[in-house]
């Protein structure tokens, strides 16, 4: 079973749509959750890091359920810059040598 | 800052040719690793430093060697290329061993 999965998409959505997407983690003793986002050829960078409490940047949200074992992405009013894969990202803490587990990302299009 | 560089952006090899693939870092950060990313596969982790002089293997590091002499400096070498290892490759670093990571913009290597 893989570390983390995500569902692939596409989603394509219009401008202005709320999208969420969601995330699955396999191992309960993970320690730090990112999502990141990857424009076409480029290099992942971060969008946001994911807090138990839950946690909002402007037009983004993301929340952590520790008990299911998954984390979601809400993105509202989206934009055609929006448009990027959104990787979900899990740490799995210093007992596991603190590596960094990256889920295969959902690709986001917004049209116009 | 210039963050995470990468070199050469592009490379070509013959298979049983070896090369390294260049990762510095001016931020000070003690964290640094590899992961190479391949499609429907998302990114794995190849090797990563927790400090100069210290390396440890990550998921898929078979065909692969690093050293880190210095805090700024991760090569990556390819000991004999083969045609599996053709992937898009990112360095990455994180000033701890649990926070955000910084991607270089990655090397396309194709393996003939």
């Known amino acids: 079973r893989k570390e983390v999965e995500q569902d692939p998409g596409p989603f394509n959505v219009p401008e202005g749509a709320t999208v969420a997407f969601n995330c699955t983690y396999s191992n309960s003793a993970s320690q730090s959750f990112f999502w990141y986002r990857q424009d076409c050829r480029k290099e992942p960078k971060l969008l946001m890091s994911v807090y138990s409490s839950g946690n909002e940047d402007g037009r983004f949200t993301a929340q952590l359920n520790r008990a299911s074992q998954y984390i979601s992405l809400l993105i509202r009013d989206s934009k055609l810059s929006d448009s990027a894969t959104y990787l979900c990202v899990v740490n799995k803490g210093r007992r596991t040598g603190n590596q960094f587990y990256f889920g295969t990302g959902t690709s986001l299009t917004v049209i116009p | ?112």
Request: hydrophobic share 30%.
């Open chain 2, 1 to 112: 800052n210039a963050g995470v560089t990468q070199t050469p952006k592009f490379q070509v090899l013959k298979t049983g040719q070896s090369m390294t693939l260049q990762c510095a870092q001016d931020m000070n950060h003690e964290y640094m690793s590899w992961y190479r990313q391949d499609p429907g596969m998302g990114l794995r982790l190849i090797h990563y430093s927790v400090g100069a002089g210290i390396t440890d293997q990550g998921e898929v590091p078979n065909g692969y060697n690093v050293s880190r002499s210095t805090t700024e400096d991760f090569p990556l070498r390819l000991l004999s290329a083969a045609p599996s290892q053709t992937s898009v490759y990112f360095c990455a670093s994180s000033y701890g061993l649990e926070d955000t990571q910084y991607f270089g913009p990655g090397t396309r290597l194709t393996v003939l």
